[in-house]
């Protein structure tokens, strides 16, 4: 097996790939694939059903939030977000904090006017701002809690006058989190949930239903809460996979377990990029992702070997993204501490060839 440090779509746990590919050709000894079934069918209503408990399980959802399966990625909820709650002559409040909070707040401004509260853009997003207020006159102020290309990830949230949006793509189920905090949460599945395919929101009910909008159903919330994320066909495998991966979280003791885990491996990660001569981070020490652990060498003719060394011992997914360079390391949920383990074993021995 290869050391997954893929950053999205990200690793899934071996055993849920597993099982998910035998249902994909008999599924509970039926008799059907998992591809085959009905959305109708009760077999795949008690999936949907058992997806739904888990999130909330897992996230502790108070009353009065529905959970989602949609489609279309984050990327159609950077869309759908102001489409549903910023009303034509209202205002939303976005934290700027890399590219995917510029996305999102530029699909805002085809609906509202927009106002960026705080960006770290001039400092090509090595850091989260923390200087800012939340105007209490905005519809909804906007966050990205883990910058999933530049590694950086909010450790503390603020606390928002109006209903607080999250895109959690890359954190989700990483630790624990208040959704009461929140007015609505969304998540493309492929990093810490499922394959792709599949984007989970959870939403505030009572936030809904206020822009005086007509919206097509498909794009409308409570049309899909109405109709329990299954107003059409929903994407079936990505919400078993999904189903199948929560519950692996939960039989590994819930997000609280696994925030230990993954800060145990962020934590080797970044010493031994703080003490390795050869390496060094690019983020602001305090606003570290527990997830992305992006870093660069020292000396930028060494990157192509150490890519080398990387493909040598089966380290796999860890060139940084396009618009950043260097590398970003994704540890998300599935990926075990003896990868990480690996892959510092690798600067190490790197850093011993290059004395
Ligand atoms: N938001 C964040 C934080 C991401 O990391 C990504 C993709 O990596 C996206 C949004 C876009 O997600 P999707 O490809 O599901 O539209």
Redesign the pocket.
Known sequence: MKHNFGA?PGILPHEVLKQAAEGVVDFNGIGLSILEISHRSPEFEAVLAEAVKLVKELLNVPEGYSVLFLQG???TQFALVPFNLLPQDGKAAYLETGV?ANKALKEAKNFGNVEIIASSKADNFTYIPKDYTIPADASYFHI?T?N?IYGTQLHEYPKSPVPMVA?M??DIFSHPINVADFGLIYA?A?KNMGP?GT?LVIVKNEILGKTGRTIPAMFDYPTQVEGGSMYNTPPVFAIYVSMLTLRWLKAKGGVEAIEKENKAKADALYVEIDRNPLFKAVCAKDDRSYMNVTFVCTNPEHEKAFLELCDEKDIVGVKGHRSVGGFRASIYNALPITSVHVLIDAMQEFAEKNK
Do not use: F, I, R, Y
């Open positions: 999205g990625g984050a990327s995917w990205t883990n999933t895109d793509s890359s493309g492929q792709a984007t």
